[in-house]
């Protein structure tokens, strides 16, 4: 029996019957090369060049020049396909949108864009193609153009534009404009709804999200994951686990892009458990682990590095994340953000910055609202104001600064940076402010000395109707201890569960200790621990080592202090944080023995404390504490130079940095 011969590829038997017809004197007409062109691989483009070339010279060009663009367009040059269009005599629509195809291949936006302002005729393809490029430039300046310029034509009914109008709007974080798109359009699809579901997320409206994703008429994967990718990049690390919760039990199975999402939530909870229970789920998808995933894949696929180095980066396994990245054969702007935000949050802030503008350079890389929210953290860590500045005047020009996600972490960089009027600007900005954006700008003013304006910020919070949670009253209780503010402060905690529903964290009661040890009235913060003890108690909470130093300042209960101190080395030996403490209590009472004592059994436990150290910026430059410590030891342990003396000194060993 003779097997059936293999069949050839789609564009190469089309291509073969073109031959044939032109050896029997059957010439081809001439659109048929511009369907060839789309259809056919990049190899096989310059033998399609010089057949369209060959049916230029029967049928005036028309046709044919434009089956030449889009063959230079497939194979990525741009440049080829605009010198074909500019030797035109004339054009038709097919023609100028075959060009606009090219450029937007290219990723060239701003030249699309620049080509459709030219067009008399644009039909519902071009506007589409422009669409498309607005959202590349997340322009909502351009895009509202467009828009104006769709519905003069009268173009809005067919789908394909609708759905490209939506998702434009979605990629400029406009949702409002998104859902009116949205409801405006006559009929809609899947990509319709996961459109306007991306804008809502994007924006940070997840209660309009979840109120839209009930309504769907079919949850696509893309939709789930998503409604995932919000509530994890938002923090919402539990709601994120118990949407997949409800993913996994209604029968849908998760794809890379779910776990890569499950990665991202487990790495933000401080508890393992649950990040076992979603090995779990993994292992019972046939996987017992990312980098089993990878390895075990038949064709590994960019998405797939990206898995595998921002796994390793969130884990804190940054070297072997960098190794992955270098040995990745292709990288996107995902895996450029996975490795910025992994040095981020490992404290190489230098070493972000310099990713950063490395990826600047990269010719078909360009940055999202994801990169620039990961660089702006490193500049906050640093802290390092001029670098965040520029980081700042690139997400402008990008177009970037109007998002909400990268408008809160400007507001976060600058507050931390110590410019609370730079924050304050760009929080004055934000037009659709979320929960996120009032509690940094609350924080930002609380850290810097300024509890008037934090609690300002949450009295006109309040009257636009937006519920507090347990971050924001983090940030009152700090400002109000910082100002004295005892009694306000103690109505703010006592408020939290009794008024909002919000259940006081260790850090809540931390702040409340705070207040009533800088009063000087140790007995009732000390009733404040017995009145909460499942608080004090919790894996952590380090409320007991709080307590230990405030009666190590002036004028405070030796006593008190060294019974806490004693329990606190009693139930965690093997620290060094209740020794230290401890044998400060003791040196500062004047009991050098004891303190001695302490110090010994420390030593005795081979138990060390960790160096500190600190950041400063000089001439925009972040420097470590540890790297200058011997001049300043030299500097202090000058008792006898002046005070002045001492300052010209520091300020010769910073010249030097």
């Known amino acids: 029996m003779g097997g059936s011969p293999k069949s050839s590829p789609p564009a190469k038997s089309a291509i073969d019957g073109n031959l044939r017809g032109k050896s029997t004197d059957l010439h081809p007409a001439a659109h048929t090369w511009i369907v060839l062109a789309i259809s056919a691989p990049v190899s096989l483009t310059l033998a399609l060049t010089s057949m369209s070339a060959a049916a230029a010279a029967r049928d005036g060009g028309l046709a044919a020049a434009t089956s030449r663009i889009a063959s230079h367009g497939r194979a990525g040059d741009a440049a080829a396909a605009r010198a074909v269009f500019d030797a035109m ?185 649950t990040g076992f229970a979603i090995h779990k789920v993994v292992v019972q998808s046939g996987w017992n682990g990312i980098p089993e995933i990878f390895e075990s894949m038949k064709t590994r696929t960019t998405a797939s590095w990206n898995s595998l180095i921002d796994a390793h980066a969130r884990f804190g396994y940054i070297e072997q994340a960098a190794l992955l990245f270098e040995s990745a054969p292709e990288t996107n702007i995902i895996s450029w953000t996975a490795m910025i935000g992994g040095f981020a ?4 802030t230098s070493e972000a910055l310099a990713h950063f503008v490395k990826m600047l350079t ?31 005047s690139c997400a402008f020009q990008g177009g970037f600064a109007s998002y909400l996600y990268v408008a809160n972490n400007l507001v976060d960089m600058y507050a931390k940076c110590g410019d609370v009027e730079g924050a304050n600007n760009v929080f004055d900005a934000i037009h659709q402010k979320d929960l996120v954006s009032w509690n940094t700008m609350l924080f930002g003013f609380a850290i810097n000395g300024l ?53 006081p964290k260790p850090e809540h009661l931390s702040c409340v200790l705070d207040m009533y040890a800088r009063s000087g009235n140790i007995a009732k913060a000390i009733e404040m621990m017995e009145q909460y003890p499942e608080i004090v108690k919790s894996p952590g909470s380090g409320l007991s080592e709080a307590l230990l130093s405030f009666c190590s300042s002036e004028n405070l209960d030796f006593w008190v202090g060294r019974k806490v101190g004693d329990d606190v080395v009693a139930r965690a030996p093997a620290r060094d944080t209740g020794y230290v403490m401890l044998s400060n209590l003791l040196c500062a009472s004047g009991r050098w023995d004891e303190a001695e004592r302490v110090r010994r059994a420390m030593a005795e436990q081979g138990i060390k404390k960790s160096p500190g150290c600190s950041w400063i910026e000089v001439k925009g430059k972040v420097k470590m504490g540890s790297q200058w410590k011997g001049s300043l030891s030299r500097f202090f342990s000058g008792v006898c130079i002046g005070f002045a003396s001492g300052l010209c000194f520091l300020k010769r060993v910073m010249r030097k940095l």
């Open 451 to 503: 509890p008037k304006e934090a609690l300002e910020v949450y009295e006109i919070m309040t009257y636009h109707n937006v519920s507090p949670d347990e971050v924001t009253f983090t940030g009152l209780l700090t400002a109000c201890s910082h100002s004295g503010l005892l009694e306000q402060g103690r109505a703010f905690f006592e408020s939290m569960m009794s008024v909002h529903g919000v259940q």
């Open 345 to 348: 949050r490992n404290s190489l």
């Open 89 to 273: 005599p004339r054009r038709d629509a097919v023609a100028w949108n075959a060009m606009l195809t090219a450029y937007a291949r290219a990723a060239r936006p701003r030249a699309a864009l620049a080509l459709f302002a030219r067009m008399r005729a644009p039909d519902a393809f071009s506007l589409t193609a422009a669409l498309a490029a607005a959202a590349a430039l997340r322009s909502p300046a351009a895009g509202a153009q467009l828009h104006g310029r769709l519905l003069r034509l009268g173009l809005r009914a067919p789908l394909p534009v609708g759905n490209a109008l939506v998702s434009m709007y979605a990629k400029c974080a406009r949702a409002a404009d998104a859902a009116r798109a949205f409801r405006e359009m006559p009929e809609r699809n899947a990509l319709s709804w996961c459109s306007l579901l991306h804008a809502f997320v994007v924006s940070g409206h997840m209660e309009l999200a979840h109120e839209l994703f009930d309504e769907m008429p079919s949850k696509s994967n893309v939709a789930w994951n998503t409604l995932l990718m919000g509530h994890s990049r938002s923090g919402n690390a539990k709601q994120c686990l118990a949407l997949f919760n409800q993913m996994w039990m209604s029968g849908l199975t998760c794809d890379d892009a779910t776990l890569c999402i499950l990665v991202d939530a487990c790495a933000e909870l401080p508890d393992p458990s």
């Open 362 to 392: 990269q010719e078909y890389i360009q940055p999202d609202d994801f990169t620039f929210g990961a660089v702006l953290h490193a500049c906050a860590s640093a802290p390092c104001l001029a670098s965040g500045r520029m980081v700042h």
